[in-house]
């Protein structure tokens, strides 16, 4: 009876120093995937007339903690240079696909914002369609298509309210112009709106698209110069000359829809 019990304390003690090397492990494992820095220098000196011999020694920067590695090449010159130029390369290799692997990270955390509606007719038109505001690496898109249009080229603005509520959208107020510039083409040395998208043809359908893009736009940002948020999108009946102030005599305001997140 005795002996049976010693066994079982044994056995207990046993599994409790294979447990403690398990955690060993774990934490091991765990402390070499945050490794901070890795550190290679490489020293070579000469055995004899005919040997020669390479230190390569490997320093892990783990937090606080710094763990050497050393590894010996020995043998004549051209075979040791042949090991070293492998090891380099395969370095090379690894530090490339870390390198890649970080691009991939960087890239999937980038963000993109969105922001998608659908216009609604007015002045008695039945001009509707969708717009879709697009932030990347600093740059906003705009993609709009409008249906029910006359055939003909029609003008597109920002508008300063995100208020449609009125049957000929004159709610939404003027021309979205926090930089206070005179009304002009996208991009002109006279001067222009940050509203100032320009001009789209609808075709014989009345159907019509277009896509612009420019850095001088956000979407939600705290630069209310370029900020998207809380303006609208109007579509005309005619035309925008380009030049006339402060809108472009583009006529009536056959669509509207709010910029809203």
């Known amino acids: 009876m005795f002996t049976f019990n010693l066994n079982i304390l044994v056995m207990k003690k046993i599994y409790f120093v294979l447990y403690l090397l398990f955690l060993t492990l774990i934490v091991s494992c765990s402390n070499s995937k945050k490794e901070t820095h890795k550190e290679i220098s490489i020293e070579k000196n000469k055995i004899n007339d005919t040997l020669v011999k390479a230190t390569i020694v490997t320093k892990y920067t783990t937090g606080e903690k710094v763990k050497e590695e050393v590894q010996v090449i020995q043998g004549t010159p051209g075979e040791v240079n042949a090991?070293?130029?492998?090891?380099?390369?395969?370095?090379?290799?690894?530090?490339?696909?870390?390198?890649?692997?970080?691009?991939?990270?960087?890239?999937?955390?980038?963000?993109?914002?969105?922001?998608?509606?659908?216009?609604?007719?007015?002045?008695?038109?039945?001009?509707?369609?969708?717009?879709?505001?697009?932030?990347?690496?600093?740059?906003?898109?705009?993609?709009?298509?409008?249906?029910?249009?006359?055939?003909?080229?029609?003008?597109?603005?920002?508008?300063?309210?995100?208020?449609?509520?009125?049957?000929?959208?004159?709610?939404?107020?003027?021309?979205?112009?926090?930089t206070f510039a005179p009304h002009g083409a996208w991009g002109s040395e006279t001067g222009y709106h940050r509203g100032d998208i320009g001009n789209f043809s609808a075709d014989e359908t009345g159907n019509g698209m277009i896509i612009f893009s420019t850095d001088l736009w956000c979407i939600g940002c705290e630069d209310e110069t370029k900020n998207l948020i809380g303006k609208a999108i109007i579509v005309h009946q005619g035309e925008d000359d380009l030049s006339s102030q402060p809108s472009g005599a583009a006529g009536a305001r056959v669509s509207c829809a709010g910029i809203i997140q």
Request: glycine share 10%; proline share 3%; charged share 25%.
């Open 83 to 178: 090991k070293l130029d492998s090891y380099k390369k395969q370095v090379l290799q690894e530090q490339g696909e870390k390198a890649h692997a970080l691009h991939q990270e960087k890239q999937s955390q980038k963000t993109i914002k969105k922001v998608k509606f659908n216009l609604n007719p007015k002045s008695g038109s039945t001009a509707n369609g969708m717009v879709m505001f697009t932030e990347e690496d600093g740059k906003v898109t705009l993609e709009a298509q409008i249906n029910g249009l006359t055939p003909g080229t029609h003008a597109i603005h920002v508008h300063h309210k995100a208020d449609c509520s009125s049957d000929d959208g004159k709610s939404s107020g003027g021309h979205w112009n926090p």
